[in-house]
Each structure stands twice: as structure tokens, then as C-alpha cells.
């Protein structure tokens, strides 16, 4: 009788520290696609999909589909890529990747959180200087919970990859390391578009139409993925609106083409076969990720999407 009772007195101290049983989602996981630097009228705003058969016809229907989405921040690669990661608008040197973002990012902050390993949240990239992205430089936070990275061709300096590549280390990462906490950064369409190669730069948007797919079809059928990740598709930046400076080759202002970009987002806890045509941002991601992740980012400047949440959830 005694054992019984200090059981049951016992028990719910142990629970509380255990999170993901005081979680009030159903989502465990979350990946982050970043496909680097297509405008929206090659993406969602052609409404024949043609560059994107595979989120139109076979992804969307499982999420919510945001198409005034924005980077409402700096129109740069790795500017774009921290406002994702940080929540935080703020301009970062663009060619070496030599300014770490300033605050820390949903990989550190899960990490600290959860205290599971660092090969439980993983950065892998096609370009090299997007390792900035496991580190920043807050004092309380630099060099501390950084997550696993794998950037470019061998890390910061070596150059440039094949998205191919970048997609075969995530396949293998995601089978081997099962990651809770993982984004993705896809080259082709910015490359494409920066060499003047407009077919090149619309085989970009469909050849990673078709990497975003085969790893869609793996989160749903493989049983630490199904039905608890959350998957979330979305841009770095766009690109110059036809007619301004030298249109689709550049980005970095602040025209509709560069700032317009999309989000489609996917899981166990969002709404299904849905459009969102409300504004909502880049800094917004981080802030849902940790609403779902069970973590807060003191520094966010965006908010939980909560239009993608099913409507028992919305508060
Ligand atoms: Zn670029
Ligand atoms: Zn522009």
C-alpha cells in the first residue's frame, strides 16, 4: 500500500520532466525545407504549377498553403535564412558567411530545452557560408547547444554543392541520426537565376520540387516521422520583379519579386488543403516552430502562425 501510494505521489514529478508528455501537440519533429531564392510568380503565383508539380498536386493538400508570405527583412541568402532560424530581421554579410547570426536559433534554444545530443538538430546546406547557422553571437549562447552541420562542399570556405548531394546527406541523416529538429537548404534556382540561365533557374524550382518530394515521401512513411512532423517549405528570398534592375539574375531590395516568397506548411497539428491569403512573415516560422517545440524566443519579432493550426488548437 505504501509502494502504491509513493507511485502514484512519485509519478507525476517524473512526468514533468518529461515535456512531450505535457505537450499539447501532436507534432514531435519539424524540417525545414529552404529552397534558395525563386520568385512567386515561377512558384504559387503560376497557377499551372508547372515548375512545381509536386507541392501542387501532391503536398498541398496535406497543409496550408501561405501565399502572402514575405521576407519582410533583408532579401539575401543568409539574411533570409536567419530571420527563419533566429526570428530576427538583420543584415548579415552575404559572400563568406563571416558574420554569425546575433541571437541564438530554434536549433540552439531546442536543444538547451529538450537536452537531447546535437545530432538530434541538424543545418545541412548546399552553401558552405550557411554554417552561420549553428552559431551566433549572443554571449549567454555562443558556441553553446549548437546543432550538427553540414554545409557546402567540406564546411565554411570550401564552396558551393550539388543539391544532389545536399539531398543524400539528408536522406541518410534523416534515416541514420533521426533528427527532431532539421532545415534544409536547397542552391539551384539562386545559382541558376545569379548565371543568367532562366531555363536553368525554372529546372531549379522543378528539380527541387522533386528533392522536397522524395523527402515528403519518406516523413510519411517512416515510423519516427509519420504523423508527428511537422514539414514546412518555404524561401529564402525572392528575386527581382521583371523591369526592375536586371529582373529573375538578382535579389536583394525590396520589390514585390524579392520580398514575395510562399510557405507551405504540413503536419499532424495544421489544417488540411487550405489557403492562407493573410500576410504573414519569415520571423513567423520560428516562432510556430517553438510554439510546437515547446520552447519561447525571447527575441522573436514574428508570431505563431496560428491560421495554420486545426481550429481545436487555435487559441
Ligand atoms: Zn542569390
Ligand atoms: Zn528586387
Known amino acids: 500500500m505504501l509502494f502504491l501510494f509513493l507511485s502514484t505521489w512519485t509519478v ?17 519533429r519539424v524540417v525545414i525545407l529552404v529552397i534558395d531564392g525563386p520568385r512567386f510568380t515561377e512558384t504559387w503565383g503560376d497557377t499551372t504549377y508547372k515548375y512545381i508539380p509536386h507541392q ?28 527563419i ?17 546575433q541571437q541564438p536559433s530554434i536549433f540552439q534554444y531546442y536543444l538547451k530545452k529538450s537536452g537531447v545530443p546535437s545530432t538530434k538538430a541538424w543545418v545541412i546546406t548546399s552553401k558552405d557560408k550557411l554554417f552561420i547557422l549553428g552559431n551566433c553571437n549572443d554571449p549567454a549562447w555562443k558556441g553553446k547547444y549548437m ?20 539531398f543524400l546527406k539528408t536522406m541518410s541523416v534523416l534515416k541514420n541520426q533521426q533528427p527532431n529538429l532539421l532545415l534544409v537548404n536547397f542552391k539551384e534556382p539562386d545559382g541558376a537565376g545569379h548565371a543568367n540561365d532562366w531555363n536553368g533557374y525554372l529546372k531549379g524550382i522543378k528539380d527541387t520540387d522533386s528533392l522536397v518530394w522524395e523527402i515528403w515521401k519518406f516523413l510519411q512513411s517512416d515510423p519516427y516521422y509519420k504523423d508527428q512532423t511537422a514539414l514546412f517549405i518555404t524561401n529564402d528570398h525572392g528575386r527581382h520583379t521583371e523591369g526592375v534592375k536586371d529582373g529573375f ?24 488543403n487550405v489557403v492562407y491569403d493573410k500576410r ?16 519561447s524566443m525571447p527575441d522573436c519579432q514574428g508570431k505563431v502562425i496560428k491560421k495554420l493550426f486545426k481550429e481545436s488548437h487555435v487559441k
Open 249 to 272: 539574375v538578382n535579389h536583394g531590395d525590396d520589390c514585390d519579386g524579392c520580398r514575395h516568397i510562399s510557405l507551405l506548411a504540413c503536419g499532424p497539428d495544421f489544417r488540411h
Open 85 to 101: 532560424c533566429t526570428g530576427v530581421r538583420q543584415e548579415l554579410e552575404n559572400s563568406k558567411g563571416s558574420d554569425l547570426p
Open 280 to 295: 504573414s512573415v519569415q520571423v513567423d516560422i520560428p516562432a510556430t516552430v517553438g510554439e510546437l517545440m515547446g520552447f
Open 12 to 28: 507525476p514529478g517524473l512526468i514533468a520532466q518529461d515535456t512531450s508528455a505535457l505537450r499539447k501537440y501532436r507534432t514531435k
Open 56 to 83: 501542387s498536386n501532391e503536398i498541398a493538400e496535406s497543409g496550408v498553403l501561405c501565399t502572402d508570405f514575405y521576407n519582410d527583412g533583408f532579401t539575401y541568402t543568409t539574411s533570409g535564412h536567419a530571420a
Open 147 to 166: 546543432p550538427s552541420i553540414d554545409c557546402g562542399i567540406n564546411g565554411q570556405g570550401s564552396g558551393y554543392r550539388n543539391d544532389s548531394i545536399t
